[in-house]
């Protein structure tokens, strides 16, 4: 039997490649002649530069930037295994994490950071970048990622503006002349599974303000200012992608990266997927097992073992997810190529205890799976 595991991380409790691996523990004590092949995945938010990493065998760097809050983080990225692609996570420099919940204000916080980890993979002579931007503390439409790569905001007096999304209502103009040259060339494939707008009632400013520690009022007041930064950049770089679906990610880097380079928005996992060459891994294979820390029916809505489903049902292979915890709606999946769901939770137990004990129960769930799945083959002779 061959079998190829491609899990999600579980967030909080297991990397991708974690969960891959106690799958693989479980399921061998069921079939131990099985051929296992684990493909580690992500869809562009937390754990993408280890799984990809991971998949094609390469390399992680270590980056020291400029946080959210401007204050130095050492960040991680990577180059895959082709030597020649660069995949960095939003999140490792401008993330929510990285800012303590009683200093979260999205009027203030930057994406000077990732911009700063886009121009390292340049510097490393890295022609192709896979930029995952979820998880982002940030609401400044990508003006920090512009501003590391060389663009200038300047208000009325022609004066620099301070990073964050609120200075953004005094935006009088785009200085691109300094803009890094590289990016007229580079390939950027753009991690995006929203397709928000910039502004308005499904805005940046309006569905994620909130989550970042604005209050109504600075929802008002960001979205007014985002609306500016549109106005201007669409004179300076003559594009008009405000509205275009993913301008409102990761507090509007979406809009950013639309503007100031060649990138181009993709589902997250179908960026990882291709990367990792998984559809040529899923020829052949018997059985497919994926998962991911919750599921329910925002999973329906692409997330990575609905990815993962695709492409195994283009080549008829069954496909089993083992998740952390089953939500409402999760039954949604079962129409898009995922044949059983399975919780690891045997019991009830508090959700610390869950995390804590993730590798533990993830095994022992494969286990119990590929128990059921060979009392199915006992019956079927």
């Not at 390469?58 to 895959?80: D, K, N």
């Not at 401008?94 to 993979?121: C, E, N, Y």
């Not at 201007?232 to 990761?250: F, K, L, P, Y």
């Not at 508090?350 to 059921?372: F, N, Q, S």
């Amino acid at each position: 039997m061959r079998i190829l595991i491609a899990p999600d991380s579980f967030k909080g409790s297991l990397s991708a490649l974690a969960a891959a691996e106690a799958m693989e523990r479980g399921l061998l004590t069921v079939f131990p002649e099985a051929s296992v092949t684990k493909v580690p995945i992500a869809d562009g938010g937390e754990g993408t530069v280890e799984a990809l990493v991971a998949a094609t065998g390469g390399s992680i760097r270590r980056t020291l930037v400029q946080g959210p809050l401007l204050e130095p983080v050492e960040a991680i990225w990577g180059i895959l295994g082709d030597g020649v692609t660069a995949v960095i996570e939003m999140a490792a420099a401008s993330g929510l994490p990285l800012v303590p919940r009683d200093r979260r204000d999205p009027r203030l916080t930057s994406t000077i950071g990732t911009g700063q980890l886009i121009k390292a993979a340049l510097d490393a002579g890295l022609g192709k970048l896979i930029i995952g931007i979820g998880g982002s503390a940030t609401n400044d439409g990508g003006t920090g990622m512009a501003r590391a790569l060389g663009a200038r905001f300047l208000d009325a007096n022609d004066r620099e503006l301070p990073q964050g999304g609120s200075a953004l209502a005094g935006l009088a103009r785009i200085d691109l002349g300094g803009l890094d040259h590289r990016l007229a060339t580079a390939e950027l494939l753009v991690a995006c599974d929203v397709d928000n707008p910039l502004t308005g009632p499904r805005g940046a400013s309006a569905v994620y303000g909130p989550q970042k520690g604005a209050s109504p009022a600075m929802v008002a007041e960001l979205d007014a200012a985002l609306g500016r930064f549109a106005q201007v950049a669409a004179q300076a770089t003559g594009r008009d992608v405000a509205r275009r679906d993913g301008a409102g990610a990761a507090g509007g880097l979406g809009a950013g990266l639309l503007f100031f380079t060649q990138a181009r928005l993709r589902p997250g996992v179908e960026i990882v997927l291709e990367a990792t060459g998984f559809e040529a891994l899923v020829q052949g294979t018997d059985l497919v097992i994926t998962g991911e820390g919750r599921t329910d029916a925002q999973t329906a809505m692409g997330k990575a073992p609905v990815g993962v489903a695709a492409v195994a049902q283009r080549w008829g292979v069954p496909v089993l997810c083992l998740s952390g915890g089953l939500g409402e709606g999760a039954e949604e999946v079962l129409a898009l190529g995922i044949g059983a769901l399975m919780s690891i939770v045997p019991q009830a137990m508090p959700l610390e205890e869950c995390m804590a004990r993730g590798a533990e129960l993830t095994e022992a769930a494969a286990a119990r799976a590929c128990r059921l799945l060979k009392l199915g083959a006992a019956l079927g002779r």
